[in-house]
């Protein structure tokens, strides 16, 4: 596939998908550094985290819908589980999401056997989930980008960033309404990421599969085009 419009569209994917997981490395720089300084690491210490979250929500406040720290059973000395998890409504601080652990209740959030969670525990490299429906905190279509922190081998958990996926086709709505032929962002399963479609919503499944096909580096993402279905001029 080559086709200049193709190609802008995966550059502006990279260049949107770098710039969240900078600013999750961020997190997980200051997530290491509180674990080492820590002689037994507890849920007061990931206070020392939280200055690196909210500059993520703040430094990308028109991107990130929440962002956080994820540990992983046992990591603690205090706590079995734990969601350092603080989401950030429009014009207004930080809020912390309050989430039910405990394995008793019947709204235990299980977060263990979540993909954004298992998958980079399981390849110890960084994941993109979504777009999926958020029942749990937005009930909105959500893309959810991870990446596992470990010292000397131990899995400490993930840190993550949510991005709602109205908000990242947006962020790309330049590049795709230039082009004359559909464009459209899937993921691993085909549903779309985003498009310059009218026809296919985000997180609907493409109708048929594609005959073009340009999967892109760094993410679980593809590219595909389609020649008879015109873009729209704006979205």
């Given at each position: 596939m080559s086709d200049r419009h193709v190609d802008q569209v995966a550059d502006r994917v990279h260049t949107i998908v770098a710039d969240i997981f900078d600013s999750l490395d961020r997190i997980l720089g200051s997530v290491v550094a509180c674990y080492r300084a820590s002689g037994s690491f507890a849920c007061a210490d990931l206070a020392g985290v939280r200055p690196e979250i909210f500059a993520c929500l703040s430094r990308a406040h028109d991107v990130v819908a929440g962002a956080g720290v994820i540990v992983a059973p046992g990591v603690l000395a205090d706590r079995r589980r734990w969601l350092e998890w603080w989401q950030a409504p429009p014009e207004q601080d930080p809020i912390f999401l309050d989430v039910d652990l405990d394995p008793e209740s019947l709204d235990f959030y299980d977060y263990t056997h979540a993909e954004w969670f298992a998958v980079p525990e399981h390849t110890r490299r960084r994941h993109i989930v979504g777009p999926y429906v958020d029942y749990g905190g937005t009930d909105t279509y959500m893309l959810t980008f991870t990446a596992?922190?470990?010292?000397?081998?131990?899995?400490?958990?993930?840190?993550?960033?949510?991005?709602?996926?109205?908000?990242?086709?947006?962020?790309?709505?330049?590049?795709?309404?230039?082009?004359?032929?559909?464009?459209?962002?899937?993921?691993?399963?085909?549903?779309?990421?985003?498009?310059?479609?009218?026809?296919?919503?985000?997180?609907?499944?493409?109708?048929?599969?594609?005959?073009?096909?340009?999967?892109?580096?760094?993410?679980?993402?593809?590219?595909?085009?389609?020649?008879?279905?015109?873009?729209?001029?704006?979205?």
């Open positions: 596992p922190a470990e010292v000397n081998g131990r899995f400490l958990g993930v840190v993550g960033a949510d991005v709602r996926a109205a908000t990242f086709e947006a962020l790309l709505l330049g590049v795709l309404a230039a082009s004359p032929t559909t464009i459209t962002l899937v993921n691993g399963e085909d549903r779309v990421v985003a498009t310059n479609s009218p026809r296919l919503p985000a997180g609907s499944l493409l109708p048929q599969p594609a005959p073009h096909r340009l999967p892109l580096t760094g993410s679980p993402w593809s590219i595909v085009t389609t020649t008879g279905d015109r873009a729209i001029s704006s979205l």
